[in-house]
């Protein structure tokens, strides 16, 4: 399944399949992104990251795909399971603003995903 | 796992009582945030902090305050409870401006 997490903030898919999740960034000058995992009851915990340079990065079941052209960035989880199940959010920062607030991470507004067993 | 802490888990208050909630990290970060998450709903920064004795505001106004007077140590302080002020707060630590942030578990605050 996919989904835009800025419109459309619920995803479902059945347990096994592919989940793709999108968002959307704001800032041209950002070169840092990350993926972060909420569950119910806790804070954000970091899954995964890509720097600009970079148009792709796996991890272990996921997979980040940047794409600076359009601004637009995706988390792909392979074999969904119902541990998958959590809040995803995507952030971004300039690490080249190395003082100035407009350097603090800006977070996209969160994409539920909720796996089927 | 990160090693950023924050006491009490869930604290449920009166209108009007002064609370403090306390966060800290032993990574020797200097850069330290409060966010303010309604359940379900986005992350709003309340404070940010680039190093000790330094503290600033963030992009959704808070009536609660913050000190920086160890690296380690970034405690947010309600001086009167509202119901308005129900909410879960988390608080996060990083090396360097815009590069990743490590959360704590989150206060669940809850003022009847």
């Known amino acids: 399944g996919e989904s835009v997490g800025l419109h459309l903030p619920t995803l479902s898919v059945q347990e096994g399949d592919n989940s793709i999740i999108n968002c959307a960034y704001s800032n041209s000058a950002s070169d840092y992104f990350i993926w972060y995992k909420q569950e119910s009851g806790k804070g954000p915990q970091f899954i995964i990251d890509?720097?600009?340079?970079?148009d792709k990065r796996q991890g272990q079941r996921v997979t980040v795909l940047l794409n600076k052209t359009v601004k637009h960035l995706s988390l792909q989880i392979a074999a969904t399971q119902p541990g998958d199940s959590a809040v995803y959010f995507c952030?971004?920062?300039?690490?080249?603003?190395?003082?100035?607030?407009?350097?603090?991470?800006?977070f996209g507004k969160g994409t539920k995903l909720s796996v089927k067993p | 796992e990160a090693d950023i802490y924050q006491t009490p888990r869930y604290l449920v208050i009166g209108t009007g009582k002064k609370i403090t909630l306390e966060c800290s990290q032993t990574?020797?970060?200097?850069?330290m945030y409060w966010y303010q998450q309604d359940p379900g709903m986005e992350l709003h920064l309340i404070h940010y902090s680039y190093g000790v004795n330094s503290t600033e505001k963030g992009d959704l106004s808070s009536e609660s305050t913050v000190s920086r007077i160890r690296t380690e140590h970034f405690p947010l302080t309600l001086e009167s409870a509202r119901p308005s002020h129900t909410s879960q707060y988390l608080c996060?630590?990083?090396?360097?401006?815009?590069?990743?942030?490590?959360f704590g578990p989150g206060t669940r605050l809850t003022v009847l």
């Open positions: 952030a971004e920062g300039d690490r080249k603003n190395y003082g100035g607030s407009q350097g603090n991470l800006i």
């Open positions: 990574m020797g970060h200097d850069k």
């Open positions: 996060a630590s990083s090396e360097y401006v815009g590069s990743t942030q490590y």
């Open positions: 890509i720097r600009s340079n970079m």
